[in-house]
């Protein structure tokens, strides 16, 4: 077919009609409805499952049919992005193309996401809207009816919850033998459960039921370990941990009898738990019920080389974890790290990896990806390139992520992309070249950064901010963005002038140069946290680091 469809926007109307209207010429024809029946064209809607889409051009008549949840949505916003050149960079910053004539040629296209759950959780990018546009669907807030909806936790069980279904201030005291023995000792407070102790067992049972009993409309109940270790040693667990060859075996024990006592009533609810520091071994002969979902943590692996390709231990150990939950578990996630807890600010150059490391997830039967960014504070490093980069990712692990880097950079930073983009170029060929490993704990003294690299990317941001000195929104990006480079400069400097870093002149020289400017930044950015969890004083912390490095601020 070689003819196009095409409009005159300076004349053409768009109405939107039902299709017991009769057909006309051109019809842009969404959804299962009369008008695509009538045309005879056979769509599989069972293998395009809730969220995938055809476009298609048949005759003059271009055909947007999905799954019922958000395959007719995503569908549309497939045409306008993937064939109409829009695109979504931020909730505030869009591109879409203006054209006196729209014109589409022949289109045959079919997308079903291979990913069921896909989540950047990026302070930066939370908007319902763009979240839609892109094509995630995140189980966090912002998704409405609107979009389709989101997957849904109970209230309270999302993560971490064995002390909010046994919780020790209400048992411990008469109880004890329901918490964790560690040493000899029976632990009080933010531990761990007892998983073998049957009333263990029926407390969170009936805390699930109960749960699921008063949500009806949540779809997922987590029954997962406490974030610290603490695990239980008494004989019970430790003689299934033992024949399992992993401390998982007592608490999928657990999930599992809490899952199966309650599938009968409930047979579309998920009970979930964490694969995650000391659970993260799969059991040997152990395997997970079906309405049981594994989500497994990547937790202190080295994010600047791929997970499958780094000779980092970590990540050798968590690809082998991986391996073998995929072999077992019916239902797999992954809860995946890309920024750095401990310094949202410091320079990351987990960029380049986000790629490759969802393709190894999906070629080990991963169905859903949560990707852990920072959801506390906007303005953390280059926060919302990551959280589109990711998003892209996710819908289409095969997306060219050099595409979505330069594309973001010419949309957000105008004339500076350039710069810019050498600048992440030199971070992350350094770690390349060097092997140098990096986790999302890393510290300011970290060897991925170092005084000549700092220098360079100093001087590539001042390049940057002169390029669009002019203009000064862009300018205003560029300056938060350059926060990153300027906070390893200063907090580098701070530990050379307490002799905990060699002293180096031009770096104090240019943390100097830089401690005013930042902080003027600083000040004004959206930035409200350094590091997770904790509300940062902005005054406080300028003055403090003036004072350690014995700059007068005026």
Known sequence: MNRSLSWNAAVASLPIVSDQQPQGPKEIILGDNAHLRKLGVAIDFAALGQEGYVIRTVGECLLIAGGQLRGNMYGVYGLLEDHLGCRWFTPGLSRIPKSTRLAVGPIDDRQVPVLKYREPNVYDCHDGDWFARNRVNPINGWMEAKHGGKVLFGQGLGCHTFARLVPPDK???????????????????????????PDVIRICTEGIREAMRAQPDATMFSVSQNDCDNHCECPACQELARREDSQMAPVLQLVNRVAEAVEKEFPDKIVETLAYEWTRRPPKDLRPRPNVLIRICSAWCCFAHPLDKCDYPNNRSFCADLAGWAKIAPRLWVFDYTTDFHHYLLPFPNLRVRGPNIRFFVAHNVQGVYEADTPDTADSELAALGGYMTAKLLWNP?????????????????????????????LHDRVERENIHVGEYAEVDSPHLNDPLLIQANELWQQAEGLVAGEPAVLDRVKVSRMSVDYAILERARL????????????????????????????????????????????????????????KME
């Open 398 to 426: 095969n997306y060219d992520a050099n595409l979505a880097i330069n594309e973001f950079l010419s949309a957000y930073y105008g004339k500076a992309a350039a710069p810019i983009r050498t600048y992440i170029d030199l």
């Open 171 to 197: 048992y411990y005291r008469e109880h004890p033998e329901y918490f964790s023995l560690v040493k000899g000792q029976r632990k009080d407070g933010y531990a761990q459960l007892c998983c073998t102790n």
């Open 496 to 551: 050379q002038a307490q002799e905990k870093l060699p002293k180096n002149d031009a770096s104090m020289s240019l943390a100097a140069a830089r401690l005013k400017p930042f902080c003027e930044v600083f000040q004004h950015s959206a930035l409200t946290r350094l590091r997770a969890g904790y509300p940062v004083d902005k005054k406080a912390y300028c003055r403090d680091l003036a004072r350690d490095l014995r700059i």
